[in-house]
């Protein structure tokens, strides 16, 4: 079934993962999995065609809104939920799967799931066919056997294939396809300056391990990155949130950024130490003086608030602004002048009180 396939689909993946030493599965460790058990490239429509190697009359092209709709049950997810969660939770030596592999995962089990009925109907439908059979088509468990049977031996044959017979054109995001004088990006972070790990806040990680164990913490994403020129000398500078605090750093104009929490005043206070943590930053000018303040949404806590005073540091006026409180889960924020009196405005969105027990 297909719980039982997104599972086989998970360990190949990590398989692949382990030999590529990896300690996460990786987009390319759970991608190199699914175009082996269900080969396909996506079209300039987004539409799935399977097994691309193949001619013609053996590939299966399946509409991207056929996909959207499987989507839309969440199928997908709940074979995650009932399949992958507690094979990570039973084995200690299982790997996590990054978020970027994770939505590869799901997507394809969304796939694999319309590819199935499609090949069921395909069976059930050529079988009426033959016997000549007047009745409407029923499909029986004896072709969705079947279908799953079709289905690997077709994948088979397209790993076999040299030549991709016909293949439509791919979008630029499809795998193995780059854009003319396409340009690449290297990844540069060990000589950048930023030395940056998001970790979840204690009481929050602690919540989570024994809610779920300790595999599923993992899954917890990273907050908010807010990017600007705090400093007004034409270079961005970044703020990076994390769960336990964050850093700000200053953009040096060669590719480098210099560490400046400290030195700027905006270290996590003391009274933001113990629970809740930051979510969403927002650089923005509120006072309306031409610099770029910061406001960070703080889950369980009072929203901190620093305005920029022109010289390389901040003013906290957390507490005189006085905005948020111990009982909000705040999460993301947008800042805007919503009534058009010329000054920023501020829409902070909440999620399930886990402090209180429930669940997002």
Known sequence: NLRAWSLILYKDAEFIAKENKHALIRPEDMEAAVLHLEPHIINDHEDAVF????????????????????????????AYQKMVLPYLKNNKDSLFADPFASEIFVEAIA??????????????????????DNEPVVLRRAHLRKAVSAINSL????????????????????????????????????????????HLAAWRKSWVMDTYGEKIFKAFHGTGIGVADINEDGIEDVLMLSGDGYKLYQGNGNGTFTDITKKSGIELPDTHNNIGEPFQPLLADFDNDGKT???????????????????????????????????DPSVAAVTADFDNDGLLDLYVTNFGDTVGGLKP
């Open 111 to 132: 796939q694999y799931g319309v590819l199935v009925w499609r090949m069921t109907g395909m069976l059930a439908t050529e079988r009426s066919v033959k016997e000549k």
């Open 293 to 327: 303040d910061i406001i960070i949404t703080f889950s369980y806590n009072n929203h901190l608030v620093f305005r920029n005073k022109g010289n390389g540091t901040f003013e906290n006026l957390t507490q005189k602004v006085n905005i948020g409180s111990k009982s």
């Open 155 to 198: 994948a088979d044959l397209n790993a076999k294939a040299t030549v991709e017979e016909h293949v439509e054109t791919r979008i630029l995001s499809a795998p193995n396809v780059q854009a003319p004088d396409a340009q690449t990006l290297l990844e540069v972070d060990a000589n950048s300056g930023i030395d940056f790990t998001y």
């Open 51 to 78: 097994f691309p190697k193949l001619n013609d009359s053996l590939k299966i092209k399946i509409e991207a809104y056929d996909m959207d709709a499987y989507r839309d049950f969440g199928f997908h997810w709940m």
